[in-house]
């Protein structure tokens, strides 16, 4: 082969190497930006977490509902971003079989965290699904400490919960106090499911009406009022040491 022929061989594989690493590159840069893993399955309604949403603390249970009766074999699991099991805790079919929660034990650090889980149904089929939600703990500071105090009172005027984000100690009793002539109500998530911690449902509050709930274990609460959530009016509490 021909000097010149050998150089131009060599120039053409320079190319081919660096379109090869360009082209690698930006496939990488492209699937790291690829859309987060929601994977419905029949009969899914919604869930707590709800997909992509972001926590400023713990959720004390993963909560999944179905318009489906659930059958054994449901589970749910917890994996951080490097794919490893991130949480415990029990497994439990509630709401007249159409809930299916997992309580979480031990620690979450911030970060993004996917809940794969496998929906079983009474016929002995089961398919699975997936979602994802953060914690960013930053975001504690639009919070109100109300830490150590044995009782927080919260106002219920102007379709809003005043405060409408506060963070108590464990065995803190919430009472929320309706000061306007609307009724309200207070509901754990989601709306119109209520399953994620059902001792925060209330009934309809009237003027002058109270509702109270403690609050024992760490995580975080999100709650609304199921007549007025297209108003915004929603609250939040965490509970933290």
Same mark, same amino acid.
């Given at each position: 082969?021909?000097?010149?022929? !050998?150089?131009?061989?060599?120039?053409?594989?320079?190319?081919?190497?660096?379109?090869?690493?360009?082209?690698?590159?930006?496939?990488?840069?492209?699937?790291?930006?690829?859309?987060? +893993?929601?994977?419905?399955?029949?009969?899914?309604?919604?869930?707590?977490?709800?997909? #992509? /949403?972001?926590?400023?603390?713990?959720?004390?249970?993963?909560?999944?509902?179905?318009?489906?009766?659930?059958?054994?074999?449901? /589970?749910?699991?917890?994996? #951080?971003?490097?794919?490893?099991?991130?949480?415990?805790?029990?497994?439990?079919?509630?709401?007249?079989?159409?809930?299916?929660?997992?309580?979480?034990?031990?620690?979450?650090?911030?970060?993004?965290?996917?809940?794969?889980?496998?929906?079983?149904?009474? *016929?002995? +089929?089961?398919? *699975?699904?997936?979602?994802?939600?953060?914690?960013?703990?930053?975001? !504690?500071? /639009?919070?109100?400490?109300?830490?150590?105090?044995?009782?927080?009172?919260?106002?219920?005027?102007?379709?809003?919960?005043?405060?409408?984000?506060?963070?108590?100690?464990?065995? %803190?009793?919430?009472?929320?106090?309706?000061?306007?002539?609307?009724?309200?109500?207070?509901? %754990? /998530?989601?709306?119109?499911?209520? %399953?994620?911690?059902?001792?925060?449902? +209330?009934?309809?509050?009237?003027?002058?009406?109270?509702?109270? %709930?403690?609050?024992?274990?760490?995580?975080?609460?999100?709650?609304?009022?199921?007549?007025?959530?297209?108003?915004?009016?929603?609250?939040? !509490?965490?509970?933290?040491?």
């Amino acid at each position: 082969m021909k000097k010149p022929q !050998i150089l131009n061989l060599l120039l053409l594989i320079i190319v081919v190497i660096f379109i090869s690493f360009f082209i690698f590159n930006n496939f990488k840069k492209d699937t790291s930006l690829a859309p987060s +893993s929601f994977v419905k399955t029949p009969h899914f309604l919604d869930s707590t977490p709800m997909h #992509d /949403e972001i926590y400023v603390a713990q959720p004390v249970n993963i909560t999944i509902n179905f318009d489906f009766d659930l059958a054994t074999g449901s /589970e749910i699991f917890v994996v #951080d971003d490097q794919g490893q099991q991130a949480a415990t805790g029990d497994i439990k079919i509630e709401d007249s079989n159409t809930a299916l929660k997992k309580d979480l034990t031990g620690q979450l650090s911030d970060g993004k965290y996917k809940v794969m889980y496998k929906a079983c149904w009474p *016929d002995g +089929s089961c398919h *699975d699904g997936s979602f994802e939600f953060s914690i960013d703990s930053k975001k !504690i500071s /639009e919070y109100l400490d109300m830490r150590g105090r044995g009782e927080v009172t919260v106002k219920m005027t102007g379709l809003k919960y005043e405060p409408e984000k506060i963070i108590i100690s464990p065995e %803190t009793k919430i009472v929320w106090e309706n000061l306007e002539d609307i009724g309200h109500f207070v509901n %754990t /998530e989601t709306h119109p499911e209520h %399953t994620y911690f059902p001792s925060q449902n +209330s009934r309809e509050l009237k003027l002058g009406d109270i509702f109270e %709930t403690v609050f024992e274990k760490p995580g975080q609460y999100n709650y609304h009022c199921s007549a007025h959530v297209p108003e915004g009016m929603l609250g939040a !509490i965490v509970v933290a040491n």
